[in-house]
């Protein structure tokens, strides 16, 4: 007997792989960047890099082969897959690609050494986020495990982190985002202004949440928050206290009818909500591409809570040295270059060194994805066709209004194993 | 030695497959329950014998109620697949009178099997959805105001896709089984003067029962180990034993995930185990 399950999950990251390789084309024929040292190309390096994040973006390896001579072997994971396999096996990759939640779990375990920011070229141009917790000066440091509680060790060796900005970076940031609710903005009939807005009963049977442990969770938390039933000490590592409040709340809601569905996979979200099953719900950025890309109306709500957040970089496996080493810096800085925070930013992401990706985008995309103006013409996906109309400005504003109100950030928490478990009572109820 | 290769050659010729179903069944079987007893954070597992995952599955009203509810869509999925597996082949083995239309008919059957299941169940839902060809269709004939929402996202829908997908794992061996039945058996039925009814209750209901018992496994084995209908039918509304452990594993809690496998094979095997002792499917193979 032959089982047939089969997965259908497409991430986010995937989905951008799909694009990348159609762009790849194009990208390549407009290498423009010269000036590196190619080195490389007479002694042949590969780096293996393996993780969630950019991995999956063949553009770049292609665009690295023909700037620095060095190969890029990428392996996509999905992140929980990506964090088991940088602790268990150290030595199959080079470069991990992974999530700021990943990092405060494998970092400790010893399998990624931190980097000298005196060898990071482009180390003062990473925007102070990664730094400070603070894009801007009078930002509020977001809940969850901020990229900055993990960024820093003392001194090489060192298992803990440190509580400021140090010599040694523990990762470099690559790329990162705002999500929010996204809803129908045809269908809701109403202003939607806060998380709390999706328990209206005015769309009982029409709300979506995600099905992922530990990002519909910090929905929730956000949702509970909002809606005044509670404050939480940390959204990203709640008390079990807290786990059981926020559960029972969304077993509540469930069995009053409130939502139509949980979706697990990136399609589910798609179809939920171009097919008008749910008005409102979460969701990720490039979904809301995909459903406006069938014409429909879909917005990418900003909330007054704010927003929740997820980013990732690339760290150096401990093994690296000499030789290998070198050329791992040496990407680095090509990658922090511009080139690829350009092409990131082009997808609705964003880049750790805004300064240097603006010099590889056009005046009006820099002004459509990073300052939240009016698009002066139409802004071509990287594949070429149109993304948005001329006079279209993005859900949320600028980067400054979108990643200076971040609420949280992806975390794992403490008391996982229990917020699992409850959380599997939730879906069982 | 010319006789103890004679003993022996039972043996050799059983151990190919002894070794197969060794290195592919047995033994991850095995590694599955030892690592069962595990303990295990975010990083790693840990070699020990904690009866921990054990105690946290049964202990749970939640394990309970996912069983029951897996099992709900076993015995609904079952008895429909049978019902309608069974008249299918029944029309194929004895109404249909050639040989070549039998088998372009029961390819036919086939034929959606030729796409991914997951697409098979995917189409049901413009058929089924809020704004779906069954809801446009009675909301435009004026028959409901409102679209029906407990067509999609139900169990309704679960079993409804269920059944699509697994139809056909009831068909095929019953018309196998129905196929090997003497048609002299009916003539002679017939002669006794026994009705339409009398015949398929008493004479080809009985002899077509290893096939039903060999579909009932498949059926039944295949629905206790299914999450992905459950998740995009249900729209994740609904649980199932391998949504759970999904759920488990997504954050690498594999040993919890472990003993949970162990349980839902001890039952299935009971399951198995109660079918055959209803039915000598040996008698027919």
């Known amino acids: 007997m ?35 040292p190619t080195i490389w190309a007479q002694n ?167 099905n992922v442990p530990s990002i519909g969770i910090m929905d929730a938390a956000m949702i509970m928050e909002a809606m005044g039933n509670i404050t939480y000490g940390d959204k990203g590592n709640m008390t079990t206290d807290e786990i059981d409040a926020t559960i029972d709340f969304l077993i509540k809601a469930k069995q009053d009818g409130q939502f139509r569905a949980f979706w ?74 511009g080139w690829v925070g350009g092409y990131l930013n082009r997808q609705g992401y964003y880049s750790a060194a805004m300064d240097t990706a603006k010099e590889h985008m056009s005046a009006d995309e820099w002004g459509y994805w990073i300052e939240g103006k009016a698009a002066a013409g139409d802004i071509l996906a990287p594949d070429g066709t149109v ?43 | 030695m010319n006789n103890f290769l004679s003993r022996a050659t039972p043996y050799i010729q059983a151990t190919s497959l002894l070794l197969i179903l060794g290195f592919f069944l047995a033994i991850p079987i095995l590694l599955l329950l030892v690592v069962s007893f595990w303990d295990y954070d975010f990083v790693g597992m840990y070699p020990g014998f904690l009866t921990f995952n054990y105690a946290e599955t049964l202990g749970s ?24 597996g069974f008249w299918v082949a029944y029309f194929l083995a004895f109404h249909v009178r050639s040989a070549t239309t039998q088998m372009i008919l029961f390819l036919v059957c086939t034929v959606p099997f030729l796409t991914s299941n997951i697409i098979r169940m995917i189409s049901w839902i413009p058929v089924l959805g809020r704004n779906g060809l069954i809801n446009s269709g009675l909301v435009g004939a004026g028959i409901v105001d409102q679209p029906v929402e407990w067509l999609l996202y139900s169990d309704f829908a679960v079993v409804l896709a269920m059944v699509h997908l697994y139809t056909l794992f009831m068909v095929t061996p019953i018309f196998n089984t129905m196929m090997r039945i003497d048609k002299s058996l009916v003539e002679a039925a017939r002669d006794a003067g026994a009705r339409d009814w009398q015949v398929i209750w008493n004479v080809i209901l009985p002899l077509a029962k ?47 995930a472990a003993a949970n496998a162990i349980v839902l094979l001890a039952l299935v095997l009971f399951m198995v185990a109660g079918i055959l002792r209803i039915v000598d499917i040996r008698k027919e193979l």
């Open chain 1, 264 to 337: 697990k996979s990136f399609d589910e979200s798609v179809n939920l909500m171009s097919s008008g099953e749910v008005v409102i719900q979460s969701m990720w950025s490039p979904a809301v591409a995909a459903v406006r890309s069938k014409g429909i109306a879909c917005k990418y709500q900003p909330l007054k809570e704010g927003y929740r957040s997820w980013g990732g970089g690339l760290g150096l496996a401990a093994h690296l040295e000499g030789a290998q080493l070198d050329a791992a810096y040496e990407y680095i800085n090509w990658y922090t270059s």
């Open chain 1, 2 to 36: 032959t089982e047939t399950i089969k997965k259908t999950g497409i991430s986010r990251r995937n989905l951008l792989k799909t694009g990348a390789a159609a762009a790849a084309g194009t990208a390549l024929g407009t290498g423009v960047i010269t000036g590196f």
């Open chain 2, 210 to 256: 290893p096939g039903v018992a060999i579909g009932s496994i498949f059926v039944v084995t295949l629905v206790m180990a299914d999450f992905s209908t459950v998740q995009v039918m249900s729209g994740g509304q609904s649980a199932s034993v391998a949504l759970m452990m999904r759920n488990q594993m997504s954050l690498l809690q594999y040993p919890a």
């Open chain 1, 387 to 429: 993304m948005e109309q001329a006079g279209a400005i993005r859900d949320g504003g600028s980067f400054e209004e979108r990643m200076g109100k971040v609420a949280c950030w992806n975390s794992v928490m403490d008391e996982d194993r229990y917020m699992v478990r409850r959380w599997n009572e939730f879906i069982a109820a």
């Open chain 2, 61 to 84: 009203w939640v394990t309970w109620k996912t069983y029951g509810n897996t099992l709900k869509f076993a015995a609904l999925v079952w008895a429909i697949t049978a019902f309608i």
């Open chain 1, 44 to 210: 042949p390096i590969t780096l293996r890099q393996f993780g969630t994040g950019v991995s999956n973006l063949n553009a770049i390896a292609e665009k690295c082969k023909a700037d620095l001579g060095i190969t890029l072997e990428m392996t996509a994971t999905d992140s929980d897959a990506a964090a088991q396999r940088a602790v268990t096996q150290p030595d199959s990759y080079d470069i991990a690609d992974i999530e700021y939640w990943i990092l405060k779990k494998v970092f400790p375990t010893g399998v990624i050494q931190p980097m000298d920011i005196s060898r990071l070229t482009y180390y003062d141009k990473i925007v102070p986020l990664f730094k400070t917790g603070k894009l801007l000066p009078d930002s509020v440091i977001a809940q969850g495990t901020a990229p900055h509680t993990v960024g820093y060790v003392e001194a090489p060796g060192e298992k803990t982190f440190a509580k400021g900005e140090t010599g040694w970076f523990t990762m470099v940031p690559t790329i990162y985002n705002a999500d929010t609710l996204g809803i129908r903005p045809d269908l809701v009939g109403r202003d939607i202004t806060t998380w709390a807005d999706i328990m209206d009963p005015a769309f009982k049977g029409k709300t979506a949440i995600i």
